[in-house]
T-cell receptor, first 111, second 116 residues
Framework: QKEVEQNSGPLSVPEGAIASLNCTYSDRGSQSFFWYRQYSGKSPELIMSIYSNGDKEDGRFTAQLNKASQYVSLLIRDSQPSDSATYLCAVTLYNNNDMRFGAGTRLTVKP | GAVVSQHPSRVICKSGTSVKIECRSLDFQATTMFWYRQFPKQSLMLMATSNEGSKATYEQGVEKDKFLINHASLTLSTLTVTSAHPEDSSFYIC????????????FGPGTRLTVL
């Protein structure tokens, strides 16, 4: 079982819709959770971090964490073509230097 | 977030030569730096973790004698690909973390290596 699993996609949504990206993790000791966005040919950039159960909102982005279900998601409201990228879910295990990445979900927002 | 630079952004070299890639943390002291490799259409693969002043910890399957990492200061780490071969062609990305980032990793812009 992979430590961090994501649906590879591609996920395609129309402009203006809500894009929902999901991630599950295997280790119940996971402490911190991150979403990174990676445009083609570029390096990852941090979008959101979340540490406790519930929702965290930042502009059009909402991260949701459910530790009981070992599930973290990212919602993108009012999706724009510029949101088209690969979204990486990352989880830190017992210490914050041990970050594991999912394979990423490729999102396409169609005008 | 942290500002991270990498140099060079792109390098083309002949097979058998060595290439050095620099990673700099520009606005904070990075106690830990990470080196990743990413092949086209694949996910990030962690190569090694380095703490300032100590030897790097390499992931399983990564040859430490081929990928030399030096983390000489809290703002600079270097990755040297020795005797590069075409199969080493990849996108190499560093990231930094430290107390002031809450140990969140911030990535450099990456270096695209092409070995002919």
């Amino acid at each position: 079982q992979k430590e961090v699993e994501q649906n590879s996609g591609p996920l395609s949504v129309p402009e203006g819709a809500i894009a929902s990206l999901n991630c599950t993790y295997s280790d119940r000791g996971s402490q911190s959770f991150f979403w990174y966005r990676q445009y083609s040919g570029k390096s990852p950039e941090l979008i959101m971090s979340i540490y406790s159960n519930g929702d965290k909102e930042d502009g059009r982005f909402t991260a949701q964490l459910n530790k009981a279900s070992q599930y973290v998601s990212l919602l993108i409201r009012d999706s724009q073509p510029s949101d088209s990228a690969t979204y990486l879910c990352a989880v830190t295990l017992y210490n914050n230097n041990d970050m594991r990445f999912g394979a990423g979900t490729r999102l396409t927002v169609k005008p | 977030g942290a500002v991270v630079s990498q140099h060079p952004s792109r390098v083309i070299c002949k097979s058998g030569t060595s290439v050095k890639i620099e990673c700099r943390s520009l606005d904070f002291q990075a106690t830990t730096m990470f080196w990743y490799r990413q092949f086209p259409k694949q996910s990030l693969m962690l190569m090694a973790t380095s703490n300032e002043g100590s030897k790097a910890t390499y992931e399983q399957g990564v040859e430490k004698d081929k990928f030399l990492i030096n983390h000489a200061s809290l703002t600079l780490s270097t990755l040297t690909v020795t005797s590069a071969h075409p199969e080493d062609s990849s996108f190499y990305i560093c990231s930094v973390s430290g107390l002031s980032t809450g140990y969140t990793q911030y990535f450099g812009p990456g270096t695209r290596l092409t070995v002919l």
